[in-house]
Each structure stands twice: as C-alpha cells, then as structure tokens.
C-alpha cells in the first residue's frame, strides 16, 4: 500500500525558508523519480520539482529555479523539498507524488503560507 505524508508546512516570511518532508512507505523509494506538487485555491496543481532515481538529475520548474532545491534520502524512504528566498507566490498547499504502475498517487499536502 502506497503511503505518502508531507510535512514541514507552515507560516513564514517573505524571503524566509523553510523545508518540506514527504515520508513514503509501501514501494521501493530508491527505485522511482519523486515530484513535489502545489496548488493554491482556485488555480491548478502545478508541478514543482523531480528528483531521478539516482539522484543525479533534478529539475524544477522555472519559477522556482534557483530558489528550491529538491533531494532525497533512501535511507530515510523520504523526499525533501528545501525552499529558500520565499515570495507571496508561493503560498499553495504542497504535495509529494509518486507515478507508480501507470497510477498518481499523492500525500495529503502540507499548507506552505508566506507573508510580508
């Protein structure tokens, strides 16, 4: 069974930074490409960085480029998503997924809420 939390979510301030975590059970981790989702209210999920499964290529999504790193620890089966430099625009309920099997599955989302 395929499980996925999210945490770290929280309030901060413009510029600030803060670190997402998405524990994951019920697959082998080490073996998948894992993403990181957002989607504020009213708007679309947007997809936000991926991570290979060697860890030897991320990529991100250009509007965040420069700005949030995306890692991973195979050991800990637990996906990571470091933001810094933080603007109003990002503020979106975050979201680890996993593409398994033909399926999307995702965690439950950790609300991320910046303010100036």
């Known amino acids: 069974q395929v499980q996925l939390v999210e945490s770290g979510g929280g309030l901060v301030q413009s510029g600030g930074s803060l670190r997402l975590s998405c524990a994951a059970s019920g697959f082998t981790f080490r073996s998948y490409t894992m993403r990181w989702y957002r989607q504020a209210p009213g708007k679309e999920r947007e997809w936000v960085a991926a991570?290979?499964?060697?860890?030897?290529?991320?990529n991100v999504a250009d509007s965040v480029k420069g700005r949030f790193t995306i890692t991973k620890d195979n050991a800990k089966k637990t996906a990571y998503l470091q933001m810094t430099s933080l603007k109003s625009d990002d503020t979106a309920v975050y979201y680890c997924?996993?593409?398994?099997?033909?399926?999307?599955?995702w965690g439950q989302g950790t609300q991320v809420t910046v303010s100036s």
């Open positions: 997924n996993l593409y398994q099997g033909g399926n999307n599955y």
């Open positions: 991570i290979s499964t060697l860890c030897r290529t991320t």
